[in-house]
């Protein structure tokens, strides 16, 4: 059976934000073929689904980490979903503040807990019993971002 998988970038105009066309291309291109890579050396989708996202959640130009819309405090909250189709089971996470990869600890909510759905301070706290680094909520607010969300006041 041949590798196949989706990759979505998010909803919205890049033009809008000013994002260059080629960056943009670019971080999808990095994540497709980082993706490609674990599966075509026999990693597991899950792996693909994991690596693929990181790049989206780390590449300024989307908003799904770095560069994610602010809330209506001027916050950064990310949220993520991984499931595994062949177990039928899911772990997720919402409005995280200081987490650098949701899908990391989404993927061990899954994986190294009988829940699946961690929010908030407590997805927080479990994230630095696995081990996980707490980063400043501004880390996640690059300058346009926070440029729109001062047109949105």
């Keep these: 059976m041949k590798p196949t998988f989706i ?3 998010g909803a919205g105009t890049w033009e809008q934000h000013l994002y260059p066309h080629d960056g943009v291309q670019q971080g999808m291109r990095d994540a497709a073929e980082r993706a490609w890579s674990i599966l075509k050396n026999g ?3 899950l792996d693909a689904v994991e690596a693929a996202t990181i790049i989206l959640e780390d590449n300024p130009y989307f908003d799904a980490g770095v560069g994610s819309f602010l ?5 950064a909250e990310l ?3 991984i499931t595994d189709g062949a177990t039928m089971m899911f772990g ?3 409005a995280l503040k200081h987490v650098q990869n949701p899908i990391s600890l989404a993927r061990m909510i899954m ?3 009988p829940h699946a759905f961690f929010v908030a301070e407590g997805a927080e706290r479990l994230a630095v019993e696995f081990g996980m ?6 880390s996640f607010v690059t300058p346009q ?3 729109d969300y001062q047109t949105r006041l």
């Design 7 to 9: 990759l979505h970038g």
């Design 133 to 138: 680094k707490l980063v400043a909520n501004l």
């Design 79 to 81: 949220d993520a979903l």
């Design 43 to 45: 990693g597991s989708a």
């Design 71 to 75: 809330n209506d405090v001027g916050e």
């Design 111 to 113: 994986t190294r807990t």
């Design 145 to 147: 971002e926070f440029v």
């Design 92 to 94: 997720a996470v919402a």
